[in-house]
């Protein structure tokens, strides 16, 4: 079992910044693959990013590339997602997952263990 903790989420004006956090508790954090997924309103659950479990290997969806960025501390067991120049349409909540899998994988079918979620809200 891994359990995960997102936290750092909050209300922001449209060009400002988050950075969420994602602390992880069970097994071997450093195993694992882990990816930020968020989910608007009446929306599908929609991957935003995810990293390898040395951080060397990273991917974004489109939509945030250049404006996002995934990090990890594998020493904190912590993965980090700052957000940078936030839209309104960044709004939804925000989970972060892990999976085993060793490969890119941004389907959220494919993550083992979730976070509760955290609250991003961008005001225009």
């Known amino acids: 079992q891994v359990q995960l903790v997102e936290s750092g989420g909050g209300l922001v004006q449209a060009g400002g910044s988050l950075r969420l956090s994602c602390a992880a508790s069970?097994?071997?954090?450093?195993?694992?693959?882990m990816g930020w997924f968020r989910q608007a309103p009446g929306k599908e659950r929609e991957f935003v990013s995810e990293?390898?479990?040395?951080?060397?290997?990273?991917s974004y969806a489109d939509s945030v590339k250049g404006r996002f960025t995934i990090s990890r501390d594998n020493a904190k067991n912590t993965v980090y997602l700052q957000m940078n120049n936030l839209k309104p349409e960044d709004t939804a909540v925000y989970y972060c997952?892990?999976?085993?899998?060793?490969?890119?994988?941004?389907?959220?079918?494919?993550?083992?263990?979730w976070g509760q979620g955290t609250q991003v809200t961008v005001s225009s």
């Open positions: 997952a892990a999976t085993r899998t060793v490969v890119t994988l941004r389907a959220p079918g494919g993550y083992d263990y």
């Open positions: 069970g097994r071997t954090f450093s195993n694992y693959r």
């Open positions: 990293i390898s479990w040395s951080g060397v290997s990273t």
